[in-house]
């Protein structure tokens, strides 16, 4: 079977940058690139012309950052995005853009893979989404909707099928906790620990199943035993061989590990 090609578009003002990242890409069978870009409007003009799967985008260029190409993009195809910069000053930023991932220049070789590992997650996830979205049409048009999984019908009536809100019963008492106002969760043995609005909830739940409950767009799994709130992140400390900590609102400050590197690379 042919191997599905990651359609990419590389985007940075050196060219020397382009040429090299080009190269060592070339090493990845499954990475085609179909443009190269030396700015942001070029860059813009080529994803919507040619709506790739991946966008290498460096942040600061003349005239339009890579964060001026993203808003130029919302509203129309947005590929899955891996920053590139020389500098760390961007990182909470990048961090919020949800990309996939964040590479610091000089590009590490191993964080390269790891960031083209973490693009094929993504789409193999995506894949599947759209999947069950096309068997779920085809089988309500030929009248055979009583054949559908019930998840997935579920699903697809209702796309923001995270939950809203946990029950956590204490005592026989339910306390019911909207998720927004979750700083942080963390794992104790077989319980989690629910950090919110100044109090700690105890829950019976793996962090695996938590993971499956919350919105990945705004939490995120930080390390083996800890789920962070994006919205919640206030600052970011670079610590010591590719780990770091994250600074809540509240003072909470958790500890990202080289295993979870995928999601912090971006900024650190």
Known sequence: MTEQKIR????????LALKGLSIRLGDFEDIEIVATCRNGREAIKVV???????????????????FDVLEGLMGGHMPL???????????LKAFRANAVDYLLKPIED???????DNVRARLKEQNAQA???ALVKL???????AEIDPEILA???????????????????????????ISWIDAAGDYLCIHADGETHILRETMKSMEKRLDPSKFQRVHRSAIVNLDKVKELHPYTNGE????????????????YRHVVNRFI
């Open 8 to 15: 990419t578009v590389l985007v940075d003002d050196e060219p």
């Open 139 to 145: 089988l309500k048009h030929m009248g055979r909707a």
């Open 48 to 66: 919507k012309a040619e709506a790739p799967d991946l966008l290498f985008l460096d942040i600061q260029m003349p005239g339009l950052s890579g």
């Open 155 to 181: 699903q697809e009536a209702s796309p923001h099928r995270y939950d809203p809100r946990i029950n956590i019963k204490d005592r026989g008492q339910i306390t019911c906790l909207e998720v927004d106002h």
């Open 131 to 133: 999947q069950n979205q």
């Open 244 to 259: 770091c900590f994250l600074v809540l609102e509240g003072g909470g400050e958790i500890k990202v590990s080289r295993s």
């Open 81 to 91: 995005v891996i920053f590139s910069t020389a500098y760390d000053e961007y990182a």
């Open 110 to 116: 191993g964080h390269l893979a790891q960031a083209l």
